[in-house]
């Protein structure tokens, strides 16, 4: 018997993918979201470019579309708050994240980076720093996390990396296709 409250279901899709490697910062995604078995949309852009304060920082987010948008309004507070200091604003953010009654509710989980530092960000209160260059969350996070590990030392900048890490994630992944947006920063400050 299938259930008519969307809460009962289960919200499934998307990868994001942030490679950081050689001056060069890339975060992308796949456009699919899913309810329960069903494909709603294969179009979503679920990567953003914020310029808070005139810094440019890059967003990929992965779970509840409306949460995250939720969480990106906060972001940019605390870009206001902390100018310049991501990692200070992505910390009070996961503290306000994992401790306001209404925020603690947010399913959701995202990547930022400003080209210097690349984060995951969720709302158990972590903010990690990934090893080796390369951040993914999302259903098919670690397939495009192991994809791109393994052609990371390649001849390829970070915008290739993604694209290739997406698509092999695509293959696998049944919440994940093949529409895949891109942003990339060119150079660290």
């Given at each position: 018997m299938m259930k008519n409250n969307s809460k009962d279901q289960d919200w499934h899709g998307t990868t994001?993918?942030?490679v950081l490697k050689n001056g060069s910062v890339t975060v992308?995604?796949?456009?699919?979201?899913?309810?329960?078995q069903t494909v709603i949309k294969g179009?979503?852009?679920k990567v953003q470019r914020l310029k808070p304060g005139g810094l440019e920082i890059l967003v990929g987010f992965a779970g509840s579309t409306?949460?995250?948008f939720s969480l990106l309004e906060r972001l940019e507070r605390?870009?206001?708050?902390?100018p310049g200091n991501l990692?200070?604003?992505a910390i009070e953010l996961a503290k306000d994240w994992r401790t306001d009654k209404y925020l603690r509710n947010l399913e959701a989980m995202l990547i930022v980076t400003d080209g210097k530092d690349l984060?995951?960000?969720?709302g158990s209160g972590d903010v990690l720093e990934p090893e080796g260059g390369?951040?993914?969350v999302g259903s098919g996070g670690n397939y495009a996390l192991a994809a791109a590990k393994a052609i990371y030392d390649n001849d390829l900048s970070s915008k290739e990396i993604c694209k290739k890490a997406l698509k092999i994630a695509a293959d696998i992944c049944v919440y994940t296709n093949h529409n895949i947006v891109s942003e990339t920063l060119s150079k660290i400050k």
């Open positions: 994001i993918i942030g992308a995604g796949d456009g699919q979201v899913t309810l329960g179009t979503a852009k409306a949460d995250a605390k870009l206001e708050t902390f990692s200070r604003s984060l995951i960000i969720s390369i951040a993914s």
